[in-house]
């Protein structure tokens, strides 16, 4: 059974930071694309992807400069550090993994972020 469990948000100030994580299980991580999502009401925006460490890597235009998106393999971890954050940043935050060589992919069942003085 796959599973994807995301951690690390919660309320923050603007201009904090926050690091979500996201951990897989039941599958062979490597190879999943790895990528975050954010989801305000119905409205669910791409963040950033990952394909492999360091290298591959892609981010919307609203996240480039203040987020960066990384994984480690061993872990079955991918991670979203997150800067400078604004009060529009305030979402739903989910994890999604892609089979490169496959159909499958997966959602995590997401982490609220919350930016608020």
């Known amino acids: 059974q796959v599973q994807l469990v995301e951690s690390g948000g919660g309320l923050v100030q603007p201009g904090g930071s926050l690091r979500l994580s996201c951990v897989a299980s039941?599958?062979?991580?490597?190879?999943?694309?790895m990528r975050w999502y954010r989801q305000v009401g119905k409205q669910r925006d791409l963040i950033a992807i990952i394909?492999?460490?360091?290298?591959?890597?892609e981010y919307a235009a609203f996240a480039q400069g203040r987020f960066t998106i990384s994984r480690d393999n061993a872990k079955n971890t991918t991670s979203l550090q997150m800067t400078k954050l604004k009060p529009e940043d305030t979402a739903m935050y989910y994890c999604?993994?892609?089979?490169?060589?496959?159909?499958?992919?997966?959602w995590g069942q997401g982490t609220q972020v919350t930016v608020s003085s």
């Open positions: 394909r492999d460490p360091g290298i591959g890597l």
């Open positions: 039941g599958l062979t991580f490597s190879n999943y694309a």
């Open positions: 999604h993994a892609a089979n490169r060589y496959g159909p499958d992919s997966y």
